[in-house]
């Protein structure tokens, strides 16, 4: 299995603040994707990084990924109550073996 | 359509009942995932679709479940016998060849009573 694992598991911040994120997994991957998830329901596909990249960013996304230390972070700047969400790693070596972390669920308090 | 769609959106069931999901990929896309979301856990992955190729079963956790997916395109997972604990959402996702974005449908709130 290469499930992520989401730290921390809970995050609550004031609007206009930045949220960091972590994802830790154990074996070797081609790519981590990050999703976010509202309501319980679907998941909705944030950034995908491969293992040759280091950071990524799009919009208020920056994502870095460290294979030495098998290690992704997921950072949101200046946060607004809408980015109120479950957020998730998924890691896989090929893509029938991705697996998902219990998420990080943020709350942004405007 | 534009997305990937599941039906239906909620299904309340006894205990002992079978029930049928279906999932209806993006068009064109090859790989199709069916996972299970319990009430605040992460994903759990149950099967994997990808074109003519024999699914990856590996995830489902019993022999109740069971998916089919027909010409390549829609997908139905049936759970037999239901149980209080099959109780989730479940979710579908679909993608393009090769390690690659995976969209996701609305899922569907399985309620076992």
């Known amino acids: 299995s290469q499930q992520g694992e989401e730290d921390p598991q809970a995050l609550s911040i004031q609007e206009g603040e930045n949220a960091t994120m972590n994802c830790s997994y154990k074996t070797s991957i081609n790519n981590l994707q990050w999703y976010r998830q509202n309501s319980g329901r679907g998941l909705v596909h944030l950034i995908l990084?491969?293992?040759?990249?280091r950071e990524k960013h799009s919009g208020r996304l920056r994502v870095t990924l460290d294979t030495s230390k098998k290690s992704s972070s997921l950072l949101i700047t200046a946060s607004r109550a809408a980015d109120t969400a479950s957020y998730f790693c998924a890691t896989g070596q090929y893509n029938n073996d991705m697996r998902f972390g219990a998420g990080t669920r943020l709350t942004v308090k405007p | 359509g534009a997305g990937v769609s599941q039906s239906p959106s909620n299904k309340v069931t006894e205990k002992g009942k079978d029930v049928e999901l279906r999932c209806d990929p993006i068009s064109g896309h090859t790989a199709l995932y069916w996972y299970r979301q319990s009430l605040g856990q992460g994903l759990e992955f149950l099967i994997y679709?990808?074109?003519?190729?024999?699914?990856?079963k590996s995830g489902l956790p019993s022999d109740r479940f069971s998916a089919e997916r027909t010409g390549g395109s829609v997908s139905t997972l049936t759970i037999q016998r239901t149980q209080q604990e099959d109780s989730a959402v479940y979710l579908c996702a679909s993608s393009g060849q090769g390690p690659d974005t995976q969209y996701f449908g609305p899922g569907t709130r399985l309620t076992v009573l």
């Open positions: 990084i491969r293992s040759n990249e």
């Open positions: 679709f990808q074109g003519n190729s024999a699914p990856d």
